[in-house]
């Protein structure tokens, strides 16, 4: 069952006139089905991120369609674009973007607070999430006392706090050496073995992508190629 769909998807920044204009995406056409682990690879410049922002609604595209669970992006207004983004997915950066006067805790609580959860709720969660991601002795420091592989994967439990249908995540390995992205790529994998979350990423780390069910590469803002692997990946 495909949980998102990109029917077509052009984006044009800037200019109406065609030597001012980028052509950033030409024509993408996507589906992922739920549960998938999905990389999108490319060279920079391709398009990665602009694609990853209109298939999170982050952004709108020019022309095109992309709708998840059934439900067409363009067809929502501002504020129930917003609460969908809110409760149906979860984001993760390269940058990992967790606030520095927070501790990991109450980052990884954030996203619960706006919805107004109970103190229990939160931090029972809160805790599970540390379990699964190994990060419990992290839990009331503070973002700068912890690892680069600990703050990304803080950012995964928060990105998880309120049950995604679908996380996202743009370069997640790209500030982290090859230990620590291994370390968040085998979380993503726990992610989608043991809650059936789907994950989608952008990446142009090879090593990042070997983990994925699915490969999509596109080049010049459209879709070149993709791979399916059989089976699981193969440790040497
Ligand atoms: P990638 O993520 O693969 O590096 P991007 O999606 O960031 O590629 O960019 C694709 C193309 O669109 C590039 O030529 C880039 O310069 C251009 N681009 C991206 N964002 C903007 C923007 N906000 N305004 C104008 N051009 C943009
Ligand atoms: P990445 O390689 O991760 O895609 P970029 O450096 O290409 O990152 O882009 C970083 C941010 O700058 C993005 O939000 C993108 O939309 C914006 N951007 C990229 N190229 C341009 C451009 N030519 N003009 C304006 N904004 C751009």
């Given at each position: 069952?495909p949980?998102?769909?990109a029917?077509t998807?052009?984006?044009?920044?800037?200019?109406?006139s065609?030597?001012?204009?980028?052509r950033?995406?030409d024509?993408?056409?996507l589906?992922?089905n739920?549960?998938?682990?999905v990389?999108i690879?490319?060279?920079s410049g391709?398009?990665k991120?602009?694609?990853?922002?209109?298939?999170s609604g982050?952004?709108?595209p020019?022309?095109?369609?992309?709708?998840?669970r059934?439900t067409e992006l363009?067809?929502m207004t501002?504020d129930e674009l917003a609460?969908?983004?809110r409760?149906?997915?979860?984001f993760v950066?390269q940058?990992?973007?967790?606030?520095?006067?927070l501790?990991?805790?109450?980052n990884i609580m954030?996203?619960?607070?706006?919805e107004k959860?109970s103190?229990a709720?939160?931090?029972?969660?809160?805790?599970?999430?540390?379990?699964?991601?190994d990060i419990?002795?992290?839990l009331?420091?503070?973002?700068y006392?912890?690892s680069?592989?600990?703050q990304?994967r803080?950012?995964?439990s928060r990105?998880?706090?309120?049950?995604p249908a679908?996380?996202?995540?743009?370069e997640?390995?790209?500030?982290l050496?090859?230990?620590a992205?291994?370390v968040?790529?085998?979380s993503?994998?726990?992610?989608?073995?043991?809650?059936?979350t789907t994950?989608?990423?952008?990446?142009?780390?090879?090593?990042?992508?070997?983990?994925?069910q699915?490969?999509?590469?596109?080049k010049?803002?459209?879709?070149?190629s993709s791979?399916?692997?059989k089976?699981?990946?193969?440790e040497f």
């Open positions: 069952m949980i998102l769909e029917n998807i052009v984006k044009v920044y800037g200019g109406s065609e030597e001012g204009a980028t950033a995406l024509g993408v056409s589906s992922v739920e549960g998938e682990f990389a690879m490319g060279p391709s398009g991120t602009t694609l990853l922002n209109i298939l982050i952004d709108k020019t022309s095109g369609t992309v709708s998840i059934g363009s067809e501002g609460l969908f983004r409760r149906q997915l979860g950066f940058e990992f973007n967790l606030l520095d006067s501790t990991v805790k109450e954030l996203p619960m607070v706006l959860k103190a709720e939160m931090e029972s969660k809160a805790k599970s999430l540390a379990d699964l991601f419990q002795s992290t009331d420091k503070y973002p006392q912890i680069g592989g600990q990304q803080t950012a995964v990105a998880l706090t309120n049950d679908i996380i996202f995540a743009d997640p390995t790209g500030n050496d090859s230990k992205s291994a968040i790529m085998e993503f994998e726990k992610i989608v073995a043991q809650l059936a994950v989608l990423l952008v990446t142009h780390d090879v090593f990042a992508a070997s983990y994925c699915k490969v999509v590469f596109i010049d803002g459209m879709i070149h791979i399916v692997k089976g699981s990946r193969k």
